[in-house]
């Protein structure tokens, strides 16, 4: 823009109002704000005001350089997201624009955070694009939460809807001064001004007196908390609210205001005390549910017995005596008692995991997959299986219940192999990174150790990746796969026990994978 088109500008606006053309530079020289006249096709700065040179410490002589643009002064993002901004205001001269927060750099690329209103320019010359923008330094020392006015009205508006408030407690005289909000969330009359401390310490609820009294003791000496407490509301109704509060003092140290935030968080709590209400019922649920199988378990074990002891020595002595059909009915009789048998110890075993008084030590894995596979000697030698392995971690666990871990899953490898197929187990260890810490929803302070036992068997459809792990799940039938259907469901619950994860997958080709995932050291309570 040459001075002559500068000239009709600020020529029209004298002959308005009769001032002269000083008096209209006076004043966007003046006050907080920057001025700037901008090309909008070329982003070039047509005019600005004193104040732009001294905050961004770029001369005159710098934006009169051809290679200068206003785009200077922002990084990639922001460049872009200012290009988006302008091409967006109507080009009505009617003044849309919205203040919208940037990070700018002035000469020596430091950091100039502000807001920028940006409006076509009235009366600008034809085929002209020119825009003015007022820019407004952030000069506080706090990163402005809000991309826009936009998003501070639905930050605003969110917080009106859940019931929250601010409020300022002038000490000295003893006026305090609240927002509408906090008028709504202790209920009483808006039109009520004459508020003080003692005003407001009456809705407290009787058994809180005693702890904010204490914190705000605390807060007369400075600094700032967050506080819950209940207060019973000018309609008699009883609600849970946070307060954020910080006491500002003055030169000679003494409390001089106390500014804060109150929300209505009685919803929140109310959902909460339910939830952990209805935890508790489970937790003592199940608790019954394990007594009931412990004691239902062992009592069975006794008539078992002797249903065993009677069959054996019916088949001992009169094993001649009975027919060919009486000695079919024995063998069920034997045959379904040692079911029996086996199922009352999976679910003894199965109660006995979280009652285990046994404390967690250093358990090497390596040893206990050696004992594991010496113990399976017999049905690895028959099967012919091969299981190959890596280098196992040593973790604090129970080495009891991590031997019957490795124990189920590689019997159920074994059991689910593929007919006239060699069953090739392979174990593979590895630490879960942060991105998988994340996923999992698990600490990032714990090393977890990542198990995973792939088999070359018969496999699953993952839809029933997670029924596996139930107690009397089964998903073949017991004269095929024989079994009480607990074994996973215990795998499972030692993993949890030991705070962990296990998942199952069916690899398509291959066979099944059960992945264990198991934290180095456990938490201290």
């Known amino acids: 823009m040459n001075g002559e088109e500068n000239l009709k500008i600020t020529d029209t606006m004298s002959s308005v109002s009769g001032l002269p053309e000083t008096f209209f530079k006076n004043v966007v020289s003046s006050g907080p704000e920057i001025h700037v006249v901008l090309n909008g096709q070329t982003f070039k700065i047509m005019f600005s005001s004193p104040l732009f040179h001294s905050h961004l410490k770029y001369t005159p002589e710098d934006i009169a350089d051809k290679s200068f643009s206003f785009l200077t002064l922002f990084d990639d993002f922001q460049s872009e997201r ?54 407004l330094p952030d000069v506080s020392n706090y990163t402005f939460p809000f991309i826009s006015t936009d998003t501070r009205n639905l930050f605003l508006e969110q917080f009106s809807n859940e019931g929250f408030g601010t409020f300022e407690w002038m000490v000295q005289t003893d006026k305090v001064y609240w927002s509408e909000g906090i008028y709504d969330i202790y209920e009483i009359d808006k039109n009520k001004k004459d508020i003080s401390f003692n005003f407001i310490k009456q809705f407290v609820h009787p058994d809180d007196v005693d702890s904010t009294d204490n914190i705000m003791n605390q807060l007369m000496e400075g600094g700032q908390t967050d506080m819950e407490y209940r207060i019973i509301t000018g309609k008699k109704n009883v609600k849970v609210i946070h307060s954020l509060r910080k006491m500002i003092l003055d030169n000679d140290g003494k409390p001089m205001k106390l500014v804060g935030s109150i929300r209505d968080i009685s919803a929140n709590r109310f959902i909460e005390d339910n939830l952990k209400k209805h935890v508790d019922e489970l937790n003592r649920s199940n608790k019954e549910l394990e007594e009931f199988a412990y004691i239902a378990s062992h009592d069975l074990q006794e008539p078992l017995r002797k249903i065993s002891t009677f069959s054996d020595r019916l088949s001992e002595k009169y094993s001649n005596a009975l027919t060919e059909e009486g000695t079919m009915y024995l063998q069920r009789i034997i045959a379904s008692a ?56 040593t973790i604090i666990g129970s080495a009891t219940q991590l031997k019957q871990l490795f124990t189920n899953l590689i019997n159920n490898s074994i059991k689910f192999r593929k007919p006239y197929v060699r069953p090739i187990i392979n174990i593979e260890t590895g630490t879960l990174n942060s991105k998988e810490k ?27 990746a997670t029924r596996i792990f139930q107690v009397f799940q089964r998903l073949h039938g017991k004269s095929e796969y024989p079994g009480s259907g607990i074994g996973l469901a215990i795998c499972k619950k030692i993993v949890e026990h030991h705070h962990g994860l296990i998942f199952a997958e069916n690899i398509p080709g291959c066979g099944a994978r059960f992945t264990c995932i198991l934290p180095e050291q456990q938490l201290t309570s």
């Open 82 to 135: 200012f290009i988006t901004h302008i091409r967006n205001i109507s080009d009505s001269y009617i003044l849309k624009g919205k203040y919208v927060y940037y990070k700018l750099y002035d000469k020596e690329k430091n950091t100039k955070p502000a807001y920028i209103y940006i409006s076509c320019l009235i009366n600008q010359p034809a085929n002209a694009e020119l825009y003015h923008l007022m820019i």
């Open 338 to 393: 040692e079911n029996m048998r086996l199922l009352i110890n999976n679910l003894l075993e199965f109660s006995r995991i979280t009652k285990s008084t046994q404390p967690f030590s250093p358990a090497n894995l390596n040893f206990i997959l050696h004992q594991v596979k010496t113990e399976l000697e017999l049905i690895i030698e028959e099967t012919g299986t091969v299981i190959q392995c890596d280098h196992l971690p």
């Open 438 to 464: 994340i996923a999992r929803n698990l600490s990032q302070s714990i090393t977890y150790h990542k198990i995973q036992i792939t088999d070359n068997g018969i496999g699953f459809e993952n839809e029933y």
